[in-house]
């Protein structure tokens, strides 16, 4: 488990040795053994996280309610400006984004799908609704991803991204196929938003070249488990 600490807010990103983070597909009572099992082996006393089951589409899910946890609905981010919370998301190649402001927490699972439908971009403009300022404030962290040395893509897939936005060509490149930098687009997304590149973190690890470290769909050649990312605001 790789941690992040800043003042009243926790960043949490699994690793294959944290085992198959799938809440979704557990029982209620699974699920809450397995979170305690995780905090007590990390010295963690946060809330039980809220999740979503992830469509890879741009729909983000606000939390008002500081109650809540567990599944909460169809999604790929989550956004909240309670306290006493704890909001995540899956990912096993999928770009997990994590970002915080003075008054507002989000987590983004950033497929290449969701990217394309710039849902990093989307997130980040309701936060400064709810910030009542500039993005510049916020502050955002990445976690291991597919790179752009193995996120190979069909030749359809840059027309693709065309139809949402031009400039998104320029996270492709081309040898024998197709790769698409992910994290390079959700970055390029992030600023143009108001990001401050300062104010971006990585946790910059290829999910598929290091498939010991981490779940990976394609290095695995299936899904065989989930990394589980988060952010809690005490």
Avoid at 118 to 138: D, F, V
Avoid at 153 to 165: T, Y
Avoid at 202 to 214: Q, R
């Amino acid at each position: 488990m790789r941690l992040e600490k800043i003042e009243n807010i926790t960043i949490g990103f699994s690793e294959r040795k944290d085992g198959d983070l799938s809440f979704w597909k557990m029982t209620d009572d699974v699920f809450r053994k397995t979170w305690q099992k995780i905090c007590k082996e990390n010295h963690l006393d946060i809330p039980e996280p809220c999740f979503l089951k992830q469509v890879h589409e741009n729909s983000i899910i606000s939390v008002t309610n500081p109650a809540l946890s567990g599944l909460l609905g169809e999604a790929d981010a989550l956004l909240s400006s309670c306290n006493k919370i704890t909001l995540g998301i899956f990912t096993a190649d999928c770009l997990p984004v994590i970002i915080f402001g003075e008054k507002s927490i989000c987590a983004i699972h950033a497929g290449w799908k969701s990217t394309r439908m710039n849902i990093t971009g989307y997130s980040i403009a309701k936060m400064a609704e709810i910030e009542g300022s500039s993005p510049s404030n916020l502050k955002l962290f990445m976690g291991p991803c597919i790179g752009s040395c193995c996120l190979e893509m069909g030749d359809e897939i840059p027309i693709f991204f065309d139809e949402s936005d031009r400039s998104f060509r320029g996270a492709f490149s081309h040898g024998r196929k197709w790769h698409l930098d992910l994290r390079g687009l959700n970055c390029m997304q992030a600023i143009s938003r108001g990001i401050k590149p300062s104010n971006i973190s990585h946790h910059n690890d290829c999910t598929k070249c290091k498939v010991n470290s981490f779940f990976s769909f394609r290095g695995d050649e299936g899904r065989s488990g989930s990394m589980f990312s988060f952010i809690s605001r005490n």
